[in-house]
């Protein structure tokens, strides 16, 4: 009989692992025993916490009415997300800076065209949006489909609004035989993640604020290059240093310019203030 104690338990349990078949499987559990062995050992982790832990990762799960979920929420707001995102979309100097994802892509988003308006009823100012999809090399990259979804004016995407039954603030269009793309939509605005769940408990719980700064998601995929999936933010928002899911790159941070009542960028006759944005974006080759 082996007597297996709290510093035997590890080596116990790595040697049962041994046998896992998968040797990438077989290094990501013996790593991630490893640490968490380790962590209850640093922390000397009472029973009653990793009860209180276990609580709190089951709530994590809990589907909610509207079907999600908190685990990638736990997983941004504790940096995991950003790290898996940086380290494995290292580009080489002069690619646009991938970030985050995010929970709120869509599919099957509506095709669009250059010059649609892909806020298609989202409240907020209007916003003109344009710029140039090119390789790293400088080569325009035609055909690029550009994926763009955003919240509208009150902060709030459009799968977050129940009973909608058609996209808002989101559409896929193709950059031009130039590269460039153009649409209108609406300007991005600062909003709380969700924070009405365990995931918002613990933001309470360290001090921590729910915001993210204001931002347009893009996902843009060309035949011949690396997908890109990054934001672009505005400059000047107060939530730039803090963003609640540590996404911001000051590389992906631009001017969004204000203008009052007048001729929009794509002709439009404005009787309204709107801003416009040009970003070009840079991929890599696959
Ligand atoms: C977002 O930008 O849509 C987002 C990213 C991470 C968590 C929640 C929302
Ligand atoms: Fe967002």
Known sequence: MIDIDEWTITQAVLKVQAGTQDARLRRVLDSLVRHLHDFAREVELTEAEWAQGIDFLTRVGHITDDRRQEFILLS???GLSTLVTAQNNRRPAGC???TVFGPFYVPDAPACRNGDDIANGARGQ????SGTVRGIGGEPVAG???AVWQSDEDGTYDVQRPGLDHAEGRGRLASAADGRYHFRSILAVPYPIPHDGP???LLERTGRHPWRPAHLHFMIQAPGY??????VFRAGDEYLESDAVFGVRSSLVADWQPHGPG???DGTRMDTPFHTLDYDFVLNPA
């Open 96 to 98: 646009t800076e991938a």
């Open 76 to 78: 941004d707001v504790m």
């Open 226 to 231: 690396e997908t890109l999936v990054t934001h």
């Open 263 to 265: 001729t929009a960028p």
């Open 199 to 201: 995931v918002g408990q």
């Open 126 to 129: 209007p916003c003109f949006v």
């Open 144 to 146: 690029a489909t550009i």
